[in-house]
């Protein structure tokens, strides 16, 4: 009987590490690529960069035809402000000024008597309906999920420069948004 303990010991210490190593490399083209993704915020001694992130939405944005770059002065002086007092904000605001647009034509075409929809289901609506074409909508995504990355992760660190950038790409994809929806 104790040779089956000592066994039963053994295989219960190597199949944890076992079953990890399998499933680490059954998913390890997936875990790559979100270990790429995730390059942007300092959490628990991980440090991550918002460079990548924001070089995609360039990349995105350009294929979408969205203007990127635009001087300090075409913002209001409140958002320069909030950019060197609390940069957050800035993501939090245009974010939120892209999400009423979608919401308020979704709800408006839909029937639906709320513009909170499902932000997701508002865009691939929009993109079924040929109001906007998959790389608006790919973009919109993307700058959904950095906004989200930076704004409830409390140990993201923002530059100013990478600020201005997200409130360039957010205009212009506001200013397109109001044009194609209205």
Request: charged share 30%.
């Amino acid at each position: 009987m104790e040779a089956f303990e000592i066994v039963e010991k053994i295989i219960g210490h190597i199949a944890w590490p076992l079953a990890a190593y399998f499933i680490l490399r059954q998913f390890r083209s997936e875990i790559r690529l979100l270990l790429k993704r995730i390059k942007t915020a300092k959490y628990k001694g991980m440090e991550i960069d918002l460079k990548e992130e924001l070089k995609e939405i360039k990349s995105e944005a350009e294929l979408a035809g969205i203007t990127v770059y635009y001087p300090d002065s075409s913002f209001p002086d409140n958002s320069i402000k909030n950019i060197k007092e609390v940069p957050e904000w800035a993501f939090i605001q245009s974010w939120q000024e892209i999400e009423n647009l979608i919401g308020d034509y979704y709800a408006k075409v839909s029937g639906l008597k709320s513009s909170r929809a499902n932000i997701s289901t508002a865009l691939d609506f929009l993109q079924r309906q040929g109001t906007l074409d998959s790389e608006m909508v790919m973009l919109i995504k993307k700058l959904r999920s950095t906004r989200n990355l930076i704004v409830h992760n409390p140990k993201t660190e923002v530059t100013r420069g990478e600020t201005i950038e997200w409130l360039g790409i957010s205009k212009s994809v506001r200013d397109r948004l109001s044009s194609k929806l209205n």
